[in-house]
């Protein structure tokens, strides 16, 4: 029955209670242990009910227990305090007042991504790429940045998973009641719902705007589930990653320039935007738009405004991993933009094209968003160098280091994975502070004070903690799926609490190989269970994509294993992964097992969430582990070996898992002093917890993108802004000029006055002749570029040496000259190379030429 009229009925608190719908709103409470205990406090079983949702609580709570609490002195205490807390929070932004100093009150960068996992409660998240942003927020948010976010709120959220009998993934897909969740919707000053409309071919949809409240940060998500569109674009913010490529295209439209629309309903000037994964990048083609629609620049000058101001995150280390469309479809849905922007077909496309001479090509997302950004980076330092490696083709004049990729590693927000009485020691011991402090700090150092048994029991305890919500888990999917008595039975006595326990989850991508530790299952279980006194136990979780068959294969092929092997009370793997039970298993397993193939895992986190916590990680050298103190922090397995033969690789690296399990790990945990305290391993977890949690932290991350990000962007946006675009209006044509005399320049001569018997540090003199056809010294950059030579005739680790310019000779030839000598012995090589120069470039390789001699 179709109702004639809704109403939104809200819940009805005693006065004395209203600081309740204040903490319930804002997303605060998940990090703060304070806030969250009140919420369980009230009720404990809506609490878990609601999964985690104080907003639902306070709606389905019964009177009764509300009037109960309102009286109850304990009670209202806690949540005097909690509220001041929020309060003291919102107004700190410490770190940002500290390091902005004059600060710009119109400084505002906008952060996109198509995920966001913030909390258990809202499922529109997907896995690591969502998480990664929720904590992007948090942290944010901590550090008191001027950042606002942008998203799409799905109807049904990411997918919940259960198994079948036979072990195969089923998805239920819960709809999200968006009343009963901590949103807001946003209105007009007459109490309408606020609106944006986008064009799509043949129709406008609209959509409404909601706002989560993160800390400081505004999330405002855009909602499609509204009359007057029709049915179909109902489901454009329906599901996430659903649907085929033109849903896909559907939703990046909206998400891009729907999400730079509603920023400017808000009322919401962003100068620096963030695109997280390229899902968002549409948005630039709203942005020139805007800026020669209402601004009045041209195409040219519009470009480079965005650019100065763009930010691109790439997430992805495979190229089959990018959005693409073909060229057709992109010009069906966004073509009318290349009219705006006065562009043909052809150079329209060329802005999603990483090879512009290919017209087969199809128009790539992350292409559009590198060539439109001013600083592109990957998430591991390793990520840096495979991004390089794959958009090499965007710079091919450029050697490979020197592609204008850089890299910032991932971390993770310390307050909402830490477990809570961990978090309660260290506070003790480290002081409230370290959940921000950066790895020079000297608090760190105090992690030694912390008494063993007191870091062991804690540990002991969150291990403890695990197995029985795991063993509840299971039995909740069991009963669900109308499992025998017996069955639930056996779920009841799954783990062991007191043995070494080896975590495992993630998203089930075949890359991944979790069923790599089950390779050799006769040598495997005799680790499991050879010595009685020295048992091992693994816990898996992670989801596979719904298309993705292969991933529900390695599932199910991983439960018959256990099945048919016998060991299903100890190795055990529970449904449906998400937030809630991973913030279980990173503190409650003893060791974090990643077996990824090398380099497919771009950072990874959970690895990250686990080491926190003072667990162990047992990784390939892969993403972030790659660049951590794994020696000191865990085990590598293997060194960062890459192969050519899958097999032989799984082969491998199984055996040298098997071999640190046998020969290290199990005794390092079970070597037991008369306290019954393994020391070995607890100065391993301190160690763990001291290298790893400054380091691999959002608020660390944020720090990064803040100052080697924000910042510069900003300045750039009021560099190339000022008065009225002047600075971009003059850097466009400049730009123009250069691209028609460039190709013109000619490098006449390079005179090396050196000797046949070289010595280290021996100085030499370079002279050179350079025709810069119509341009000037102070257009270009002479350099030479020197280092030694490998095998392959190229030089490598090369150093670059500006050159001085000296004037003109008789021939209108500029001349340049500089000394340079080398440090090291063997075979060296120098090179010369003309690169643009101006002072408003966000680098020299943004116009993408070099001209080598
Ligand atoms: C941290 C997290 C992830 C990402 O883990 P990876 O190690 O990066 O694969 C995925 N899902 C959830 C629920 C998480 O909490």
Redesign the pocket.
């Known amino acids: 029955m179709q109702p004639i009229r809704t109403f939104n009925v809200s819940a009805q608190l005693p006065p004395s209670l209203e600081p309740l719908r204040k903490l319930a709103y804002n997303l605060h409470w998940d990090w703060n242990v304070e806030t969250k205990d009140l919420f369980r406090r009230l009720d404990r079983d809506l609490w878990e009910s609601s999964r985690h949702n104080p907003v639902l609580l306070l709606s389905t709570i019964s009177q009764a227990r509300l009037a109960e609490v309102a009286e109850d002195e304990g009670f209202i205490a806690q949540m005097e305090r909690a509220s001041r807390q929020l309060d003291d929070y919102l107004k700190e932004r410490t770190w940002y007042r500290k390091n902005r100093g004059k600060g710009d009150t119109n400084e505002c960068y906008a952060y996109f991504c198509a995920e966001y996992?913030l909390t258990h409660c809202l499922p529109i998240?997907?896995?690591?790429?969502?998480?990664?942003a929720g904590d992007h927020l948090k942290s944010a948010s901590d550090l008191g940045l001027p950042l606002v976010a942008v998203g799409l709120l799905y109807q049904e959220g990411y997918f919940a998973q259960y198994l079948n009998a036979d072990g195969w993934q089923q998805e239920r897909y819960p709809i999200n009641d968006f009343y009963n969740m901590p949103l807001h919707l946003e209105r007009n000053p007459d109490g309408s719902e606020m609106r944006i409309s986008v064009d799509y071919p043949g129709r406008t949809v609209y959509a409404r705007i909601w706002r989560v409240q993160v800390g400081t940060v505004s999330l405002y998500l855009l909602d499609t589930n509204i009359e007057p569109n029709g049915p179909y674009d109902h489901d454009i913010t329906d599901e996430l990653y659903g649907g085929d490529l033109d849903m896909r295209i559907h939703q990046e439209i909206m998400l891009g320039i729907g999400g730079v629309r509603a920023l400017k309903a808000l009322g919401i000037k962003p100068t620096v935007f963030h695109l997280n994964e390229g899902h968002s990048a549409f948005l630039i083609l709203e942005r020139i738009r805007l800026l020669i629609q209402e601004d009045g620049l041209s195409f040219a000058e519009a470009k480079q405004v965005a650019l100065a101001t763009q930010i691109f995150t790439t997430h992805t280390p495979v190229s089959a991993g990018f959005d693409l469309f073909p060229p057709d479809k992109a010009m069906y849905y966004v073509g009318h933009y290349a009219g705006i922007f006065g562009l043909t077909k052809e150079e329209f496309l060329a802005l999603g094209r990483e090879n512009t001479g290919d017209l087969q090509s199809p128009f790539s997302m992350a292409a559009l968003a590198l060539k439109t950004a001013s600083l592109t980076n990957g998430v591991s330092a390793l990520h840096g160098q495979v991004s390089r490696e794959m958009f090499h083709g965007l710079w091919p004049n450029l050697p490979m280091n020197e592609v204008p990729i850089t890299s910032i590693t991932?971390g993770?927000h310390a307050r909402s994975?830490v477990a809570k009485s961990n978090q309660e020691l260290y506070d003790r011991y480290l002081g409230p502070s370290w959940s921000d402090k950066g790895p020079e700090d000297p608090l760190w150092e105090r992690i030694s004070s912390i008494p063993d048994e007191e870091l062991w029991r804690n540990h002991q305890a969150c291990r403890s903690e695990m197995v029985m919500s795991v063993r509840e888990r299971l039995q909740f999917h069991l009963r669900d799926r109308g499992a025998t008595p017996a069955e639930l039975e056996k779920a009841r006595e799954v783990l062991d609490p007191s043995i070494l326990t080896i975590g495992f989850?993630?998203?089930f991508a075949t890359y991944?190989r979790a069923n790599l530790f089950l390779r050799d299952m006769e040598r495997i279980k005799k680790i499991m269970t050879g010595n009685k006194e020295r048992q091992v136990q693994f816990v898996i979780s992670?989801?596979a994509h719904p298309k993705d068959t292969p991933g529900k294969e390695l599932i199910r092929q991983i439960i018959h294993t256990i099945r048919e092997a016998g060991i299903g009370d100890r190795v055990v793997f529970v449904p449906n992964?998400?937030?809630?039970?991973?913030?279980l298993m990173?503190s409650g397993c003893d060791i974090w097992l990643?077996t990824p193939r090398r380099p497919r895992?771009a950072?990874?986190?959970?690895?990250?969430?686990a080491a926190m916590n003072g667990v162990m990680n047992l990784s390939i050298l892969d993403?972030w582990w790659d660049e951590a103190d794994y020696v000191r922090t865990g085990w590598p397995i293997g060194h960062g070996e890459e192969y050519d033969n899958p097999d032989y690789e799984d082969e491998v690296e199984a055996n040298s898992l098997y071999d640190l399990l046998e020969q290290e790990v199990v005794s390092l945990f079970y070597d037991r002093d008369q306290e019954k305290i393994p020391r070995g391993w607890v100065a391993k977890m301190k160690d763990a917890i001291r290298l790893n949690c400054p380091m691999f932290n959002t608020s660390r991350m944020l720090r990064d993108y803040a100052m080697n990000g924000y910042f510069p962007a900003h300045e750039r946006y009021l560099a190339m802004t000022e008065g009225t675009y002047k600075p971009a209006k003059d850097l466009a044509s400049w730009k123009e000029r250069l691209f028609e005399h460039w190709f013109d320049i000619k490098i006449e001569d390079v005179d090396i006055a050196a000797p046949n018997d070289l010595v280290v540090n021996q100085s030499i003199p370079v002279k050179t002749r350079i025709n810069l056809a119509g341009l000037t010294a102070d257009d270009v950059q002479v350099e030479l570029y020197k280092g030694s030579v490998n095998g392959n005739g190229q030089i490598v680790d090369a150093e670059t040496v500006v050159m001085d310019y000296q004037g003109t000779d008789a021939h209108k030839c500029s001349i340049y000259t500089a000394d340079v000598n080398y440090s090291a012995s063997g075979l060296q090589g120098l090179s010369l190379r003309v690169l643009p120069k101006h002072d408003n470039l966000s680098s020299p390789y943004e116009p993408g030429l070099v001209l080598w001699a």
């Open positions: 996992g998240y997907s896995g690591g790429l969502g998480v990664l991932n993770v994975v989850a993630r998203r991944k992670g989801k992964y998400d937030i809630h039970i991973a913030r990173v990643n895992e950072s990874g986190t959970s690895g990250m969430k993403g």
